[in-house]
């Protein structure tokens, strides 16, 4: 069963002359252990349709699935959990809390969930030694590298086991050697022998290595899916 079923999905800004149709009829899968890249110019319509994809926004027509149950059909509450729970998400600017240690960051998604203060802090452990950032557990963003801190992002992106990981250019702030080992990452939490169970990933990026990386990649052009 795939992970992600986005069908005929449109979606507008504004309305009138005016409008901007941001999606024009999008229609794609992402199976489980997926890492699909999605690429397109600035304005095509990547962070519209990770924002629909993620729960963040609705669209106008179309119907978009995760972990086979249709957004549109959830209440508030079950949206949110599912967002909790089942959804990780990395953003371009890192996202994370400034007067937080880079441990306390990962932790709040488990925070969020109530979960044992021991547990909590042995998963965040661990969670840190995946994405090699241990030794720096005591400190805060600011105190980071930019490519630190989007490490840190992932880590906390992980901290809910998610079926699915959502990055919106994650590395378009990052230098090519950061954004390399970025991307090597998120292709190793994907593609990993681990027990943990793998996510699949729906990353927007013009990142060569990732593009490379990825089981498929997507294009968007002006609201619509390009068919290789
Ligand atoms: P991308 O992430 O590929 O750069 P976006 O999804 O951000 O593309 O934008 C797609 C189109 O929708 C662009 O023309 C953009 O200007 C427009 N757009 C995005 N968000 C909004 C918004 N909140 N209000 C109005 N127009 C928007
Ligand atoms: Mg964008």
Not at 20 to 46: D, Q
């Amino acid at each position: 069963m795939a992970m992600v079923r986005v069908a005929g999905v449109h979606k507008s800004y504004g309305r009138g002359a005016t409008a901007v149709h941001a999606l024009r009829g999008v229609s794609f899968e992402v199976a489980p252990g997926e890492l699909v890249a999605l690429k397109g110019r600035s304005g095509s319509g990547k962070t519209t349709l990770l924002n629909l994809v993620g729960g963040l926004d609705t669209p106008d027509r179309g119907r978009v699935e995760v972990d086979g149950r249709r957004l549109a059909e959830l209440g508030e509450n079950e949206l949110l959990r599912l967002r909790r729970d089942r959804i990780g998400f990395v953003f371009q600017s890192f996202g994370l809390i400034p007067i937080l240690t880079a441990a306390e960051n990962v932790g709040v998604p488990l925070r969020l969930r109530r979960t044992d203060p021991r547990e909590r802090d042995e998963r965040v452990g661990l969670l840190l030694s995946l994405v090699g950032l241990a030794p720096h557990a005591a400190q805060r963003p600011g105190e980071l590298s930019g490519g630190q801190q989007q490490r840190v992002a992932v880590a906390r992106a992980l901290a809910n086991r998610p079926a699915l990981l959502i990055a919106d250019e994650p590395t378009g702030q990052l230098d090519a050697e950061t954004a390399h080992s970025v991307m090597r990452l998120l292709h190793g939490v994907v593609h990993t022998d681990s027990p943990e169970p793998r996510p699949c990933a729906l990353v927007a990026t013009h990142d060569p290595t990732l593009l490379d990386l990825a089981d498929r990649v997507l294009e968007l052009r002006d609201g619509t899916l390009v068919t290789p």
